[in-house]
């Protein structure tokens, strides 16, 4: 799936410029699999003898794919199957020869690039990794003694499984991205514009009578362009949270909760009845602290957007709580609460989708972003409408690593 001198651009793919994969993402997968150096030196011993099979593996996936029609006609192309070939013994070769370090992790995340640009149907892809395992392991069970087997096997499949990540990673990464920057550069062109409506619309509202009949149009247009900014920023946050990994650490939620309280109290305009009731007990997470700071901050905006006294009675409030997740020990949850008509259970699901707006000056992002900082960070964001009550949002997140 890679080259050695050309890639199936025709281009050369050089392994000794700088790094363009996700080299921290695909080492975290490595390490999960288990691949570290002793794993790797169980095939040290058999790695020659399993490399000299590199041309015979290019040969294999070639005879099986010519038989395709929709890949016959990539191979039949003049040039490609001498390319193609190259391409698929070097990635053999390196496998065994240097295992998963990050030249071969950079490589194969190049090579996967490559692949969408080119329209290749991920599907096939899949399936020729799914044909590298089948071979490998024939391989294997030639080459490596009775003893060994077991464990030779074991490694190998790891390897294949790494090669499947990188490649789903790559798939991943490039077909989202041009979704992604397109987005951002909308929100970046409509930012301007929309601050001079709003700053122009400022002036005739100073310029006229307040009494005027004009005031009621020109108030319409300031809210309307407030809700069109707020809409811009919500969607360049999104978009720029897609763009990085987390960077998780252990975090104390008692001293973040009182910033992002801190930031939307300066942001809020009227009562703010919030209360934050967090257990010094179970207040520790491990996670990135920018995005569970967007979390909370997203969390406690959409409960001001639809904050109400609760239909039951009694007073309006926003309360903020932590506890154990009942599913998982080692995780923790912080509770948000706010009274209100709470949301039928048919609407749950939309209120997670972006631009469903519940609130009159809502934007339709603060649940959504709220949820992928959680999914980031290997948490959940559940939602729990509590008749006659409110509305429950629950935040789980790991706890930092016992030690």
């Not at 020659?48 to 794919?65: P, T």
């Not at 003049?78 to 990050?102: A, C, Q, R, Y």
């Not at 009274?339 to 469903?356: A, I, K, N, V, Y």
């Amino acid at each position: 799936m890679t080259a050695e001198k050309i890639s199936m651009e025709g281009k050369p793919i050089d392994i000794k410029t700088p790094a363009e994969a996700p080299l921290t993402r695909l080492s975290f997968f490595r390490e999960k699999l288990g691949l570290d150096n002793g794993a790797i030196d169980v095939l040290a011993p058999f790695a020659q003898k399993i490399i000299e099979h590199k041309h015979d593996f290019a040969d294999y996936l070639y005879e099986y794919f010519i038989q395709i029609p929709e890949t016959k006609s990539i191979l039949s192309h003049d040039t490609w199957p001498k390319v193609i070939k190259n391409n698929w013994s070097t990635t053999f070769d390196m496998l065994f020869s240097n295992g998963p370090d990050e030249e071969l992790m950079d490589y194969l995340w190049k090579s996967g690039v490559i692949h969408v640009r080119l329209n290749i149907d991920q599907r096939y892809i899949n399936l020729a990794y799914s044909l590298m395992r089948i071979f490998c392991r024939q391989v294997v069970r030639e080459e490596v003694d009775g003893k060994e087997f077991d464990d030779a096997q074991a490694v190998t499949d790891k390897l294949v499984d790494l090669c499947v990540l990188i490649a789903t990673d790559a798939y991943l990464d490039s077909t989202t991205k041009c979704d992604r920057e397109v987005v951002r550069g909308i929100a970046h062109q409509l930012r301007n514009p929309l601050m001079v409506i709003g700053g122009y619309t400022r002036k005739l509202q100073k310029a006229i009578e307040p009494e005027s009949p004009d005031m009621d149009a020109l108030r319409a247009i300031l809210d309307e362009s407030k809700r069109l900014e707020k809409l811009v920023a919500d969607v360049s946050e999104y978009m720029d949270m897609y763009r990085e990994d987390a960077r998780r650490e252990s975090l104390d939620l008692k001293v973040l909760m009182d910033e992002a309280v801190e930031y939307v109290r300066a942001k809020h305009t009227g009562d703010f009845p919030v209360h934050v009731d967090i257990d010094p007990s179970r207040c520790m997470a491990y996670a990135d602290r920018r995005d569970v700071f967007t979390a909370f901050k997203h969390l406690l905006l959409d409960g001001l957007e639809n904050i109400a006294a609760p239909p039951d009675g009694g007073e309006a409030a926003i309360t903020v709580t932590t506890q154990p997740d009942p599913r998982d020990e080692r995780y923790m949850e912080v509770v948000f609460f706010n009274t209100g008509e709470p949301p039928r259970p048919e609407e749950l699901d939309f209120l997670f989708t972006p631009f469903h707006v519940r609130a009159p000056m809502g934007a339709g992002f603060g649940l959504p972003i709220a949820r992928l900082a959680a999914n980031k960070n290997l948490g959940r964001l559940s939602l729990t409408p509590v008749a006659d009550k409110g509305l429950e949002c629950t935040l789980s997140l790991p706890e930092p690593p016992r030690s």
